[in-house]
């Protein structure tokens, strides 16, 4: 299987996701530069972390006007899979493969730790390898992972299981909802309507090595290997 | 044509939490100005153009604003001022 990290102006995770997936699972992959207009047959489109065009105007704001990005809404249409991480998940959203937005932390600080999240939804494409309620750590490393939407695609979202990872465990009761940047309803990534773009703050690809702490987050890209490929 | 230029302002959405704007609402207690009970942080900006009117400045600019300058999911936009340069 083939897959697509996009580069940006400012991607800084997207050697990261280039060893995740080669290293650790073992697949094909190739950066697509954000001037280009093809996605060079890629079977899976990754749009790392970092801070394209510097977050100026709004995170991911400029970064959905790069003229890969039109490809990679064709693809999101046609169905295939989209990976979006931390920069690459507000881009998302901007580009509205996503519902909603993320906002500045509550707290107004960056914050930088590994921590606690529930697996909500275990049918899915990118979370087949993990099960229902399944507790995974894997680091956060933002200043705007607010995420946030009108009440009505909250309650839509929520009611269509589209909520994927949700934070838990804060200082008190290790199942309850917890959210480091004040996350509506712990909101840590979602998938689209159709269920092939899952964007989420925590990185998955940052947590591929027990050697680095954790190793939760290789489910996300066993599971896409496992249903693409089959 | 004429050069244009059009000042806009973008703010939190209402309702939605604005940390910073409450940030700065302490900080004015702090300071003493208790007649303070809202704060909300946006952006200032100005954009340079040339329009053949002010209204098609004006009109443009809001085609910006929804498309790119401000979010609408999030955010709330308004034209403060046109002038001509």
Known sequence: MKFGIVTFPGSNCDYDTYHAVVDALGEEAVYLWHKDHDLRGCDVVILPGGFSYGDYLRAGAIARFSPIMREVVAHAERGAPVLAIC??????????????????????????????????????????????GQLITLPIAHGDGRYTADEETLARIEGEGRVVFRYVGGPGDADEWWSPNGSMNAIAGIVSAAGNVLGMMPHPERAVDDLLGSSDGMGVFESILSRVAA | MSRFRVAVHIVPRRGLLDPQGKAVTDALHTLGFSSVFDVHVGRHLIVEMDARDSSSAESTTREMCNKLLANPVIEDFEIASVSTL
């Open chain 1, 87 to 132: 920069n690459g998940f507000q881009i998302a959203c901007e580009a509205g493969l996503l519902p909603g937005a993320l906002l500045r932390n509550a707290s107004l600080k960056f914050v930088c730790e590994a921590v606690r999240m529930r697996v909500e939804n275990a049918d899915t494409l990118f979370t087949n390898r993990y099960d229902r």
